[in-house]
């Protein structure tokens, strides 16, 4: 509100901007480079979940198949999550969030940034997963390793999009970690890991229709079971694009100044 009483109207979005997108990109992954247990929870943790998984079923290859490439998309979905929400959450606590946003800096620029500083984080851990799992941990799949990785590569994507939105709720890093059961137990529950959906309850089947990570899971199964690219994981690879778009973008109206 100015000096005569009257409300001041709100400043127009700023288009995004290549030049500030790779500019916070780079500011990001260079703070990222400082904190080294952070760079290993993301890239080694699916690695090493996966090979316990591999030996759990050391007497069952054919378990290890029909569930690892499932899980192959699961474990960077999470950390991603995990890791983005709370490191998000250190930035706005933190206020450098806040500085950000009083420069010349659009919130577009300011959430494509995040995006593609933990995607590039992203495509490495992803890669090294499928690499593992393929060629040292023999994951027999029917498909195409690139259309493994792909799959692999949007799950990740898309935790990275569920965490940049959920830490704009959280007040602290605490709270953060506790959002993970509320977004991402009730999809990995429902997403058929454990069992068929058409086999659940129509109720529970209808929920997770609506899911992503149902459909990451549609998704690798049909790497799992085809030799060629279906219609059907094309459909599921948009899907799960799709919702990571939109919520990067819910992400991006969800930021706010706390200060005027």
Same mark, same amino acid.
């Given at each position: 509100? /100015?000096?005569?009483?009257?409300?001041?109207? %709100?400043? #127009?979005p700023?288009?995004?901007?290549?030049?500030?997108?790779?500019?916070?990109?780079?500011?990001?992954?260079?703070?990222?480079?400082? /904190? %080294?247990?952070?760079?290993?929870?993301?890239?080694?943790? #699916?690695?090493? =979940?996966?090979?316990?998984?591999?030996?759990?079923?050391?007497?069952?290859?054919?378990?290890f198949d029909?569930?690892?490439?499932?899980l192959?998309? *699961?474990?960077?979905?999470i +950390?991603m999550f995990? @890791?983005?929400?709370?490191?998000?959450?250190?930035?706005?606590?933190?206020?450098?969030?806040?500085?950000?946003?009083?420069?010349?800096?659009?919130?577009? /620029?300011?959430? !494509?940034?995040?995006?593609?500083?933990?995607? +590039?984080?992203?495509? &490495?851990?992803?890669?090294?997963?499928t690499? $593992?799992?393929?060629?040292?941990? /023999? $994951?027999?799949?029917?498909?195409? %390793?690139?259309?493994?990785?792909? *799959?692999?590569?949007?799950?990740?994507?898309?935790?990275?999009?569920?965490g940049?939105? @959920?830490?704009?709720?959280? !007040?602290?890093?605490?709270?953060?970690?506790q959002?993970? %059961?509320? *977004?991402?137990?009730p999809?990995?529950?429902?997403?058929?890991?454990f +069992?068929?959906?058409?086999n659940?309850?129509?109720a529970?089947?209808? &929920?997770?229709?609506?899911?992503? =990570?149902?459909?990451?899971?549609?998704?690798?199964?049909?790497?799992?079971?085809? +030799?060629?690219?279906?219609?059907?994981?094309?459909?599921d690879?948009? &899907? @799960?694009?799709?919702?990571?778009?939109? @919520?990067?973008?819910?992400?991006?109206?969800?930021?706010?100044?706390?200060?005027?």
């Amino acid at each position: 509100m /100015d000096t005569q009483g009257t409300t001041a109207a %709100p400043a #127009p979005p700023r288009p995004l901007s290549a030049s500030r997108t790779t500019a916070t990109t780079t500011r990001v992954l260079r703070q990222l480079g400082h /904190d %080294p247990r952070t760079i290993a929870l993301l890239i080694l943790i #699916p690695c090493v =979940m996966l090979f316990l998984l591999r030996y759990v079923f050391d007497g069952s290859p054919r378990t290890f198949d029909s569930i690892g490439a499932s899980l192959l998309g *699961v474990f960077p979905l999470i +950390t991603m999550f995990l @890791v983005t929400s709370i490191a998000t959450l250190r930035e706005r606590t933190s206020g450098t969030l806040e500085r950000l946003l009083a420069m010349p800096l659009g919130k577009g /620029d300011l959430i !494509a940034g995040y995006a593609l500083a933990f995607g +590039t984080l992203a495509v &490495i851990q992803s890669a090294l997963a499928t690499g $593992l799992a393929l060629w040292l941990l /023999d $994951l027999d799949v029917t498909g195409s %390793p690139w259309l493994l990785l792909l *799959v692999a590569l949007l799950d990740a994507l898309l935790g990275t999009a569920l965490g940049l939105f @959920v830490s704009a709720f959280a !007040a602290s890093e605490f709270q953060a970690v506790q959002f993970m %059961p509320a *977004v991402i137990f009730p999809q990995l529950l429902l997403c058929g890991l454990f +069992t068929p959906r058409d086999n659940m309850h129509p109720a529970l089947e209808a &929920i997770s229709d609506v899911l992503p =990570m149902s459909y990451a899971v549609d998704g690798m199964n049909e790497v799992l079971t085809h +030799t060629d690219m279906t219609a059907t994981f094309v459909r599921d690879a948009l &899907i @799960v694009a799709g919702c990571a778009l939109l @919520v990067l973008g819910l992400g991006a109206a969800t930021l706010r100044r706390r200060t005027a």
